[in-house]
């Protein structure tokens, strides 16, 4: 399959239209992630579909010292991956054919939820984010546009905008393609040294720490809830014969700290040795938010949650998060 590379909003629309179109939008120097969402995407269009790639690095969601000039841009590798991995088109337009009249006087307001966390730590670039995303959605004018989970606070703002402001498109999360190290990849990997790429493994180590501590105290307090907590409970647990067992997960389950503090703890724990490593880690943030305003959930949550870090590594700013599920065994 040849896999047109157009760069007018007027060659993208002169295509001719067939079945449902997916779009997949992206900055550029195309990774194993990015090819995992064109996948979906063929998946969903189907035979009879269309699936468009949008490159184009957008400045708008660049702040004032961030890596705008520097980053990569790899389109003629890029379209070869996108080929590869099913898409029909690959619309890589200027920023004059984005923003014909210049930076627009008109923008997206990410609102409160844009100004927590990333928004926080990198000021407007929601607003940015939120603005090219609406453009490029009236330009590509698809059925259905994928995003990666790895930006969760970016997937959670574009699903609000979509549905406070009545777009007629289907938003579907694809989730974090990781290396077998579990580095979540990422266009700005590229950046990292040998030495600072494995300091940055501590992003993904922290967030499985805690996990694994929220995995165990679940599966404790599972176990105890197999018996009766009654005056009873030491002859039932006696009779089918798992009474140091059971107490012990009871006795665990109830006294340990447990909960969103225990999952904050195992990560930051890891996070802590990870800046004391040369080269160090510097944390922008840890958090464990709601997914639906990223606001930080208390000890008594139940529903899912994300658990959410961003730090630097030299001159590398990486992000990375994993969902997880409270409350789940009750």
């Given at each position: 399959m040849t896999t047109a590379l157009l760069s007018t909003a007027e060659e993208l629309h002169a295509r001719g239209r067939r079945g449902r179109r997916a779009v997949v939008m992206t900055m550029g120097a195309l990774h194993e992630g990015h090819a995992t969402l064109i996948r979906s995407a063929r998946e969903i269009a189907g035979p009879d579909g269309e699936v468009v790639v949008t490159v184009f690095v957008?400045?708008?969601q660049f702040g004032a010292g961030e890596d705008l000039d520097r980053y990569p841009r790899t389109l003629d590798a890029d379209l070869e991956?996108?080929?590869?991995?099913g898409a029909d088109?690959?619309?890589?337009?200027?920023?004059?054919?984005?923003?014909?009249?210049?930076?627009?006087?008109?923008?997206?307001?990410?609102?409160p939820m844009g100004e927590r966390l990333e928004g926080a730590a990198r000021p407007g670039h929601f607003d940015g984010m939120l603005t090219v995303v609406a453009k490029l959605l009236h330009l590509t004018r698809p059925d259905v546009a994928l995003f990666g989970q790895k930006d969760a606070q970016q997937l959670a703002l574009i699903r609000r905008m979509v549905r406070d402001l009545n777009f007629g498109v289907e938003i579907v999360a694809v989730p974090t393609v990781r290396e077998e190290d579990g580095l979540a990849l990422s266009s700005r990997n590229r950046y990292l040294s040998p030495d600072e790429r494995r300091t940055a493994l501590a992003l993904s180590r922290a967030l499985f720490a805690g996990r694994d501590r929220h995995a165990a105290q679940e599966a404790l307090c599972a176990r105890a809830r197999e018996v009766p907590s009654t005056h009873a409970r030491a002859e039932a647990l006696s009779a089918i014969g798992e009474s140091r067992a059971a107490a012990d997960a009871h006795a665990v389950a109830t006294a340990a700290p447990g909960g969103p503090a225990a999952v904050r703890a195992a990560a930051r724990q890891v996070l802590d040795e990870a800046a004391r490593l040369d080269p160090p880690l510097r944390l922008d943030y840890l958090a464990l938010v709601d997914p639906a305003d990223f606001t930080e959930i208390g000890d008594d949550f139940t529903g899912e949650a994300v658990l959410a870090v961003a730090a630097r590594v030299g001159s590398t700013r990486l992000i990375d998060n994993i969902p997880l599920t409270f409350g789940a065994a009750s």
């Open positions: 957008n400045p708008l991956l996108a080929g590869r991995a088109a690959v619309f890589a337009p200027s920023v004059d054919e984005v923003y014909p009249g210049g930076e627009p006087q008109v923008r997206v307001c990410a609102g």
